[in-house]
Nanobody, 127 residues
Framework: QVQLVESGGGLVQAGGSLRLSCAAS????????MAWFRQGPGKEREFVAH???????????DSVKGRFTISRHNAKTTVVTLYLQMNSLKPEDTAVYYC?????????????????WGQGTQVTVSS
C-alpha cells in the first residue's frame, strides 16, 4: 500500500521556523524524485521545492529560495522520509503543504507530473 504522510505543520509567527516531514512507503521511493507543493487559501497549488535521488540535485521556487531547504533520507528502498526546513517564514507562506513523488527525471515541476501525493499538512504563519 502506497502511503505518503506529511507531518510537522502548525502555527508559527512570522520570522519563525518549521520542519515538515513526509514518510513515504509502499513503493521503491528511493528511486523516485520527490517534491513539496503548497496551496494557499483561494490559490492554486504551486511548486515549492524538488529533490532528485540524493541531496545533490535540488530546485526551488524563487519565492522560497534561500529560506527553505529540501532534503531526504532513504532508510530503505521502500521507506523514504522527505523533509522541508522552512526558515524566516512569512504570512504569505500560509498554505497546506503536500509532498509528492514521481519516477521520471524531468526539468520541469508541474503538479500533474507527480503520481503520488500525501494528504497535506497545514502551515499558518501569523504576522
Amino acid at each position: 500500500q502506497v502511503q505518503l504522510v506529511e507531518s510537522g505543520g502548525g502555527l508559527v509567527q512570522a520570522g519563525g521556523s518549521l520542519r515538515l516531514s513526509c514518510a513515504a512507503s509502499g513503493r521503491t521511493f528511493s528511486t523516485y524524485h520527490m517534491a513539496w507543493f503548497r496551496q494557499g487559501p483561494g490559490k492554486e497549488r504551486e511548486f515549492v521545492a524538488h529533490i532528485g535521488l540524493s541531496d545533490i540535485t535540488t530546485y526551488y521556487a524563487d519565492s522560497v529560495k534561500g529560506r527553505f531547504t529540501i532534503s531526504r533520507h532513504n532508510a530503505k528502498t521502500t521507506v523514504v522520509t522527505l523533509y522541508l526546513q522552512m526558515n524566516s517564514l512569512k504570512p504569505e507562506d500560509t498554505a497546506v503543504y503536500y509532498c509528492a513523488a514521481r519516477a521520471t527525471d524531468l526539468r520541469t515541476y508541474e503538479s500533474w507530473q507527480y503520481a503520488y501525493w500525501g494528504q497535506g499538512t497545514q502551515v499558518t504563519v501569523s504576522s
